[in-house]
C-alpha cells in the first residue's frame, strides 16, 4: 500500500522473471517443465498467467512462491532475488490450505503472530481484513463450516493480512461453482481496487483470465514458455457477453491451441 | 458440548489428515449442533435447537426427527440385552458348580465382598501405613503399573513417530528398525522386563510402556504424514521459517486427530496389556484374576474382572471428553 511514492516502484517492476528455466531430473530421463520464461509483473497489476495443463504455469507460481528453485535464471521481486519462501508472497490456492484448527480470525491471524504484530493491532488488522472479505459474524467459525467461497475468502483475508508485496493466487476459484466464482472475482477486483496490491494470478481458465487481467501471460506446454503476453484493455466489470470480451477470449484461447466454441466453461 | 453424551458411539474416526473437502458440516445426522464458538457457557442448547452461529450459515440443522424417541429404543434394547445377558447367565450357573461357572449373584456377593475386605495399605506419595478395601489395593497396585508405562510410552512414542513423520532422513533410518521391532507382542519382552527391572512395579510398567509406544507410535507417524503439502506450504509462505515451530504450530494441530486416537487407542490397549503383565510379575488385577482363578474361586475372579472393565469404562470416557474438546473444530 505504502512505498508507491517511491519514484524507483512505478518504473521497476515488482517481480521481474529473467529467463527462468526449470528442468526436473528423474531415472527416466528429464522434463523440462520452463524453458526461458520471462515476463515482468508491474506494480499495482493484475497479471493472469494462463495456458493448457502441463504448461509449466503451477511451477511457475510455485517458483515466485520460493518453494521451488529455478534449475535457469532467477526471479527479482522488486530487485532482489528470490531464495525462499516468505510472507512478502502470500498465497492463495485451489485447496484453500485452510488450518482447519482455527477458527477465521485464527486463519487471519495466523501471518500476523508469525511477523510478532502485537495484540491491539492485530485485533484491529483482522477485523479489517475479515471486513475487506465480507465475513463479519464468522470471525469464530470454523472452516468445516464453511462453503467453498467462504473459505476462499478466509484464504484471501489470511494472505493479505500480512500486507504483501505480492498476493499469489494458484487457481484459487477452481472448486467453487461458476455463480460464486462469479461473484468472488467481483469481490476480488475491489479487494484488489481497494488495496492496490499487485496480483500474480494462475488459472486454465480463459474467461476468468480475460475477466479479471490488466495483461495476460499466455503460456504453451512442452516445454512451458511465454507464448503471448497479451494487454486487457478492457473497462471493467467484464460482462462475458460484451463482444469485446468474446473476442478477447477467442483470441487467447486460439494463442492457447484449444478449439474455438461458445459453450460455457466447466 | 456440555452433556450429549448420546452421541459417543455415533462418532466415527476418520482417516488422519483428512481435511473434510465437503461443505456440509459432519453433525452426525444432525444429533450435535456445535456452534464452533467454543464458549462452553451451558447455555449452548445441544440436540435439535439451532445454536446462534448455524443459521447464519444456511446450515441450520435440520430437527432431527423423534430423537428423544430413538434414543429411548436404543436404551430400552440395551437394558433387555443385559436382562437377557444376565438372565442367561444366572440360569446356565444353576447347572453347574459355582468353581466352573458362578452366577451373577454370586460374583456381585464377591465384589462386595472384596470391598468390604481389609488389606494393608501405603498411601501412594504420603506413605502412611493404613488399611483399605482389597479392591482398591489392587487397583492401586495396577495402577503403579498402568500410569507410568502408559504415559512414558505414549510420549515417547509420539515424540519418535512425528520426528519419523516429519523428517525424511529420520524415516529413512528408523523405518527397518520398527518394522522388525513393532510386531513383536509387548509381553514378549516380560522376560527382559525381569531380569532389567525386577518382578516388580517398573518391570509390569515397561511392558505397558512397550504396548503403548507402538499404538502411538504409529498413530502420530502416519497423522503427521498425512498433513496436507499444502498447509505446510501456506505456513511457510505465512513465515514459519524453523521446523519445531512448524511443528507445533502447524503439524501437531493437524495431525492431533491421529495422535489423540492413538492414545485413546492405547488407554485401553494398556489395560489389556497389564492384565498380561500381571500374571507374571504378581500383583495388581490381573494378577488377582488368575490367583483367585486358581484357587478357584471364580466369583471372585469375575468380579476382578469386572473392575479392569469399569476402570476401563470409566477412563476412556474421561478421555473421550477431552478428545471432543480438544477437537471440536473437527464435528
Not at chain 1, 510478532?116 to 465475513?135: H, N
Not at chain 1, 470480451?245 to 478449439?259: M, N, P, S, T
Not at chain 2, 498447509?231 to 486427530?257: C, N, Q, W, Y
Request: charged share 20%; glycine share 12%; net charge negative.
Amino acid at each position: 500500500m505504502a512505498g508507491v511514492s517511491d519514484a524507483d516502484a512505478t518504473t521497476r517492476p515488482k517481480i521481474r522473471v529473467e529467463g527462468v528455466g526449470k528442468r526436473y531430473d528423474s531415472e527416466r530421463g528429464s522434463v523440462q517443465a520452463l524453458s526461458d520464461v520471462a515476463f515482468d509483473v508491474r506494480p499495482g497489476e493484475f497479471l493472469v498467467v494462463v495456458g493448457p495443463s502441463g504448461c509449466g504455469k503451477t511451477t511457475l507460481f510455485r517458483t515466485i512462491a520460493g518453494l521451488e528453485s529455478p534449475t535457469d535464471g532467477r526471479i527479482l521481486l522488486d530487485g532482489e532475488p528470490i531464495t525462499g519462501p516468505g510472507p512478502d508472497r502470500s498465497m492463495v490456492f485451489q485447496e484453500y490450505g485452510l488450518f482447519a484448527w482455527r477458527t477465521v480470525a485464527g486463519n487471519v491471524a495466523f501471518g500476523l503472530e508469525e511477523q510478532g504484530v502485537p495484540e491491539p493491532r492485530r485485533a484491529e488488522r483482522i477485523r479489517e481484513m475479515i471486513e475487506l472479505v465480507g465475513l463479519e459474524g464468522f470471525e469464530d467459525a470454523y472452516p468445516r463450516e464453511l462453503s467453498g467461497g467462504m473459505k476462499q475468502r478466509v484464504g484471501i483475508a489470511r494472505a493479505l493480512a500480512v500486507d504483501p508485496e505480492l498476493l499469489l493466487m494458484d487457481e484459487p476459484f477452481g472448486s467453487v461453482d461458476a455463480q460464486t466464482r462469479e461473484m468472488l472475482h467481483a469481490e476480488l477486483l475491489s479487494v484488489w481496487a481497494e488495496t492496490g496490491k499487485t496480483v500474480l494470478f494462475v488459472t486454465h481458465d480463459v474467461a476468468e483470465a480475460v475477466a479479471l487481467a490488466d495483461r495476460i501471460v499466455v503460456m504453451a506446454a512442452n516445454p512451458g514458455r511465454v507464448r503471448e503476453v497479451v494487454d486487457v484493455d478492457l473497462d471493467r466489470p467484464r460482462e462475458r457477453t460484451d463482444p469485446a470480451v468474446a473476442d478477447l477470449v477467442e483470441r487467447v484461447r486460439g494463442l492457447i491451441g484449444e478449439q474455438s466454441s461458445t459453450r460455457p466453461r466447466g | 458440548m456440555t452433556g450429549g453424551d448420546a452421541s459417543d458411539d455415533v462418532r466415527t474416526d476418520r482417516t488422519p489428515g483428512d481435511d473434510t473437502p465437503g461443505d456440509e458440516p459432519a453433525t452426525d445426522g444432525g444429533t450435535r449442533v456445535d456452534a464452533g464458538t467454543g464458549t462452553d457457557g451451558g447455555v449452548e442448547t445441544a440436540g435439535g435447537a439451532t445454536a446462534t452461529g448455524s443459521d447464519a450459515f444456511g446450515l441450520a440443522s435440520t430437527t432431527a426427527p423423534a430423537l428423544d424417541d430413538l434414543d429411548a429404543r436404543e436404551t430400552l434394547l440395551g437394558v433387555a440385552g443385559v436382562g437377557g445377558f444376565l438372565a442367561l447367565w444366572y440360569v446356565a450357573a444353576l447347572f453347574q458348580p459355582a468353581y466352573l461357572l458362578p452366577s451373577p449373584v454370586e460374583v456381585a456377593t464377591a465384589f462386595a465382598g472384596e470391598l468390604a475386605a481389609a488389606e494393608p495399605f501405603t498411601v501412594p506419595v504420603v506413605g502412611v501405613e493404613t488399611t483399605a478395601p482389597r479392591l482398591l489395593v489392587m487397583l492401586v497396585e495396577s495402577l503403579y503399573h498402568y500410569v507410568p508405562g502408559l504415559v512414558g510410552g505414549t510420549v515417547l512414542g509420539i515424540a519418535v513417530g512425528v520426528a519419523m513423520g516429519w523428517s525424511r532422513t529420520v524415516e529413512d533410518a528408523l523405518t527397518p528398525v520398527t518394522r522388525v521391532l513393532r510386531p513383536i507382542p509387548p509381553l514378549a519382552w516380560i522376560g527382559f522386563a525381569v531380569i532389567w527391572l525386577g518382578v516388580n512395579h517398573n518391570g509390569a510398567a515397561f511392558i505397558v510402556a512397550i504396548g503403548a509406544f507402538w499404538i502411538n507410535f504409529y498413530n502420530a507417524f502416519s497423522g503427521v504424514e498425512g498433513v496436507p503439502e499444502g498447509t505446510i506450504e501456506v505456513a511457510r509462505t505465512l513465515g514459519v521459517d524453523d521446523d519445531l515451530a512448524m511443528i507445533r504450530k502447524v503439524v501437531l494441530p493437524a495431525a492431533s486427530p491421529s495422535i489423540l486416537t492413538g492414545i485413546r487407542t492405547s488407554i485401553g490397549q494398556g489395560w489389556m496389556i497389564v492384565v498380561a503383565a500381571e500374571l507374571i510379575v504378581g500383583n495388581g488385577l490381573g494378577f488377582q484374576i488368575l490367583n483367585t482363578a486358581q484357587n478357584l474361586a471364580m466369583d471372585v475372579s469375575v468380579a476382578y474382572m469386572l473392575v479392569i472393565s469399569l476402570v476401563f469404562l470409566v477412563s476412556d470416557g474421561l478421555f473421550r471428553r477431552v478428545e471432543r474438546r480438544v477437537l471440536r473444530w473437527r464435528a
